[in-house]
């Protein structure tokens, strides 16, 4: 069965390799959909694949990677759309300063 799920994620999460870890989650798990850092501190994504794989991706996101110190995952489940074909890594609410643009792969040494 598909699914699809909306997430927040609160707590020390940004600037900790959180989207570029998550989208590897993601692929790992053959999930669809896509992960943005807000300006409020907090991190959105949408994931869409088979709910199992779903869940397990969701599960990864209760901890994120090592450095990352997570509070709360708000979730919101939706009706799945199969509107993604990939998983991305999306700017800060669509809109990001130049000073806050980075590689991520060498950042994150993936």
Not at 13 to 39: H, L, P
Not at 51 to 71: H, Q, T, Y
Not at 82 to 90: D, S, Y
Request: glycine share 8%; proline share 2%; charged share 30%.
């Amino acid at each position: 069965m598909n699914s699809r799920v909306h997430i927040i994620i609160t707590g020390k999460v940004q600037g900790v390799c959180f989207r570029i870890t998550t989208k590897q989650e993601a692929e790992k798990y053959d999930v669809k959909g896509w992960v943005r850092n807000k300006n409020d501190g907090s991190v959105e994504a949408v994931f869409e694949g088979e709910k199992n794989r779903v869940d397990s991706v969701l599960e990864w996101c209760g901890n994120g990677p090592l450095m990352a110190n997570v509070k709360k995952v708000e979730t919101k489940w939706e009706k799945h759309k199969n509107e993604f074909h990939t998983f991305q890594v999306r700017n800060v609410d669509e809109i990001t300063s130049p000073s806050r643009r980075t590689d991520l792969g060498q950042v994150c040494s993936i």
